[in-house]
């Protein structure tokens, strides 16, 4: 059993950083890709960005594309998520998620989605 947690939220204003991090509870997943979602009020889990096992590959949101950056170690358990230039749609509970059904960024980006998430972080972006 694989467990996430989820650290680095926090207020911000219009233009600037946070970093987000995410540390998995078992080496298990130092062969899997690993990913981001998020969530604002009202509105359904949106895909973030993913990254693969090696921290070679990785794939973004178009809507973050730029502006944010996956990142972990080769075998690391740990994976982390820099944001910049942050915008108040940005604004939301940003989850980690893991276990998808081949273990490859190739699942993100097809749709879809691992069966272990995080509890989330808030990031909120003032205006």
């Known amino acids: 059993q694989v467990t996430l947690v989820e650290s680095g939220g926090g207020l911000v204003q219009t233009g600037g950083s946070l970093t987000l991090s995410c540390v998995a509870s078992s080496r298990t997943v130092t062969t899997w890709a690993m990913g981001w979602f998020r969530q604002a009020p009202g509105k359904e889990r949106e895909f973030v960005a993913a990254?693969?096992?090696?921290?070679?590959?990785?794939f973004y949101a178009d809507s973050v594309k730029g502006r944010f950056t996956i990142s972990r170690e080769r075998y690391g358990t740990t994976v982390k998520l820099e944001m910049t230039n942050l915008k108040p749609e940005d604004t939301a509970v940003y989850y980690c998620?893991?276990?998808?059904?081949?273990?490859?960024?190739?699942?993100?980006?097809?749709?879809?989605?691992?069966?272990?998430w995080g509890q989330g972080t808030q990031v909120t972006v003032s205006s």
């Open positions: 998620n893991t276990g998808t059904r081949s273990s490859r960024v190739q699942d993100y980006r097809l749709g879809g989605v691992g069966r272990t």
């Open positions: 990254i693969d096992w090696s921290g070679g590959g990785k």
